[in-house]
């Protein structure tokens, strides 16, 4: 083979290297992808068990009034049948409502699922489902998105009580 013509197949096998390499990195998760797999990995007895099959994300979906005090009174109700300590309260909620009404909040419902696999008992993969939720916006600190995000109906503060009072 000609020196030339080795110059584009060594071209192309560092561009399937590098796309490669990318893909196997999680560089362009959004902030809700990158919360809902933290939340997952701290739940599992090993996170190196962990591993993602397929993110689907729907499309960020604005929240009209009475969309976000039906977001708000069923997490409320969630939260208190979990028995976590701190449930919202309806003051809570109509702070809530008052801040969205003059204009201070103007939250967005994000939803991901993540179907991931992990390792049973006898060391074979297991497919999970996870169904992660923020309501919140875009520009919140990636701090927030961790300790709001609900993974399958909790945050990691409701899920972590519920599994100390469990137990």
């Known amino acids: 083979m000609h020196p030339?013509?080795?110059?584009p197949i060594v071209s192309i096998l560092c561009l399937m290297a590098t796309a490669l390499a990318l893909s196997s990195c999680d560089l362009f998760d959004s902030k809700l992808v990158t919360a809902c797999e933290t939340v997952l990995k701290q739940r599992l007895l090993?996170?190196?068990?962990?591993?993602?099959?397929?993110v689907s994300e729907l499309d960020e979906l604005e929240l009209d009034r009475r969309l976000l005090e039906s977001y708000l009174v069923t997490k409320q109700q969630r939260s208190k049948a979990s028995g976590y300590p701190l449930a919202m309260?309806?003051?809570w909620i109509q702070t809530e409502l008052k801040a969205f009404d003059?204009?201070?909040s103007r939250p967005s419902f994000f939803s991901a699922s993540i179907v991931y696999e992990t390792l049973n008992d006898l060391q074979e993969p297991v497919r999970h489902l996870a169904k992660?939720?923020?309501v919140g916006n875009k520009s919140d600190s990636s701090l927030?998105?961790?300790v709001e995000t609900a993974v399958d109906g909790l945050t990691a503060l409701e899920w972590s009580y519920s599994n100390i009072k469990s137990h």
Do not use: F, L, N, P
């Open 4 to 7: 030339h013509q080795t110059k």
């Open 46 to 54: 090993s996170s190196a068990e962990y591993k993602r099959v397929k």
């Open 89 to 91: 309260d309806d003051a």
């Open 102 to 104: 003059i204009g201070i």
């Open 132 to 134: 992660c939720v923020y």
């Open 144 to 146: 927030g998105w961790e």
